[in-house]
């Protein structure tokens, strides 16, 4: 099917905005569910953003099942 790429597409359509927030506000939820079975990553506090305490946390205990591998810094770790 057909489709169009709409830039800042959030500013211009209440679809589009309204699925951002809720996507965000998803991904802010499973993140505290994360956090709790994995507190050294703090995902409580990053909300899925890395920061240096999550990549501290990556290099001590490796990654779970729940990093994305085709985030560089977790496909880096297959070069050691």
């Given at each position: 099917?057909?489709?169009?790429?709409?830039?800042k597409?959030?500013?211009?359509?209440?679809?589009?905005?309204?699925?951002?927030?809720?996507?965000?506000?998803?991904?802010?939820?499973?993140?505290?569910?994360?956090?709790?079975?994995?507190p050294?990553?703090?995902?409580?506090?990053?909300?899925?953003?890395?920061?240096?305490?999550?990549?501290?946390?990556?290099?001590?205990?490796g990654?779970?099942?729940?990093?994305?591998?085709?985030?560089?810094?977790?496909?880096?770790?297959?070069?050691?």
């Amino acid at each position: 099917p057909q489709h169009e790429a709409i830039v800042k597409g959030d500013s211009v359509s209440q679809s589009i905005a309204a699925a951002s927030i809720l996507a965000k506000c998803v991904r802010d939820r499973l993140m505290t569910l994360l956090a709790g079975h994995y507190p050294a990553f703090k995902w409580d506090s990053n909300m899925g953003y890395a920061t240096a305490d999550h990549f501290h946390a990556i290099e001590q205990y490796g990654p779970t099942a729940h990093h994305r591998k085709s985030f560089a810094p977790i496909g880096q770790l297959t070069l050691f």
